[in-house]
Nanobody, 124 residues
Framework: QVQLEESGGGLVQAGGSLRLSCAAS????????MGWFRQAPGKEREFVAA????????YQLDSGKGRFTISRDNAKNTVYLQMNSLTPEDTAVYYC?????????????????WGQGAQVTVSS
């Protein structure tokens, strides 16, 4: 297993941008598919985006397409989520996750590690 730590959350105005980072411990980062999820108050945790081990394949929530970009740097053991054109509906705690493979992550399956979460608040 890897241990995950998110950073980069905060308060931003609508239309603004944030970049979340998730640093992983250990030498096996490149063997995991990585993903981002979010959970708003009173709602279930939902899939945002996921990226394959090599970074060559990406899955993304429809509402994030064109606004959110997931990427990874295996040399730095880090996965990123660039978020642009943020709206108040994007307000949530954002969680990083490591998974056995890419496709099951969309259904929150095969996840071996979760980060502690990073709060993102978008004001109107």
């Amino acid at each position: 297993q890897v241990q995950l730590e998110e950073s980069g959350g905060g308060l931003v105005q609508a239309g603004g941008s944030l970049r979340l980072s998730c640093a992983a411990s250990g030498r096996t980062f490149s063997t995991y598919a990585m993903g981002w999820f979010r959970q708003a108050p009173g709602k279930e945790r939902e899939f945002v985006a996921a990226i394959s081990r090599s970074g060559g394949l990406i899955y993304q929530l429809d509402s994030g397409k064109g606004r959110f970009t997931i990427s990874r740097d295996n040399a730095k053991n880090t996965v990123y989520l660039q978020m642009n054109s943020l709206t108040p509906e994007d307000t949530a705690v954002y969680y990083c996750a490591a998974g056995i493979s890419l496709e099951p992550m969309r259904a929150r399956a095969g996840i071996t590690s979760w980060g502690q979460g990073a709060q993102v608040t978008v004001s109107s």
